[in-house]
């Protein structure tokens, strides 16, 4: 499966850089929530050996890579919706922390958060998963701590339209979304939620 670090960013989220990543982040939620105190020394030995386990294990330094720069666009898209948004007259001191705070906009920036974080798992353990369903050893070439594919393995080859049998997960993965009855589904609970929602909307 291709990630948005093929086009050429993998160099910046190489293990120095996600050792940086998870160390800032781990520090600034624990000096943020502090569950220890005022420790700061505390927390940043905690984040320090949070942010060496992640860089040096493969899987965790995969799936940091891969999010990493969907988050990263996530920001800027809010950034750019927030930009336009000021264009019509909305006010950043008074309207901004208004829309920031609205149950919707918390709902929908969760659920994005989620489906990012669900497709790094699935990125990085996916494969690993369908060789074991397989029952076909996880051999890594590259280091990456993601297992190669077996095109071919179980089933038809993997260029065969609508199959779900290849032994590449990626494949599976798109072959399954694609397919017309996971379509149809998605469309049919697409318009029951907007008939809901316009259903419950009071005037």
């Keep these: 499966m291709a990630s948005i670090l093929d086009a050429g960013l993998a160099g910046l989220f190489s293990a120095i850089f996600v050792f940086l990543l998870i160390y800032a982040i781990t520090y600034g939620f624990l000096t943020w929530r502090k569950p220890f105190g ?18 040096v294990a493969p899987p965790a330094r995969s799936f940091v890579t891969f ?14 919706i927030l930009f336009l948004v000021s264009m019509f007259g909305l006010s950043p001191e008074k309207d901004f922390p208004n829309i920031i705070k609205d149950d919707r906009v918390k709902a929908w920036f969760v659920i994005l958060c989620i ?13 690993s998963a369908l060789n074991r369903q397989q029952n076909i050893p996880s051999i890594d070439t590259n280091g990456d701590g993601i297992p190669d594919a077996v095109p071919g393995s179980v089933g038809p080859e993997p260029g065969t339209p609508g199959s779900t049998a290849t032994g590449d997960f990626g494949t599976n993965l798109v072959n399954t979304l ?13 318009i029951a939620a907007i008939a809901i929602y316009f259903l419950s909307t009071t005037n």
Excluded: D, R
Excluded at 38 to 55: D, P, R
């Design 178 to 190: 694609v397919h017309p009855k996971v379509l149809g589904i998605g469309i049919t609970f697409l």
């Design 67 to 80: 999010i990493a720069p969907w988050y990263v666009a996530l920001a800027i898209a809010i950034f750019f």
């Design 38 to 55: 005022e420790s700061k020394g505390a927390y940043a030995i905690v984040a320090l050996c949070i942010a060496f386990l992640m860089s």
């Design 115 to 127: 489906v990012i974080a669900i497709s790094g798992l699935a990125y990085v353990f996916g494969q």
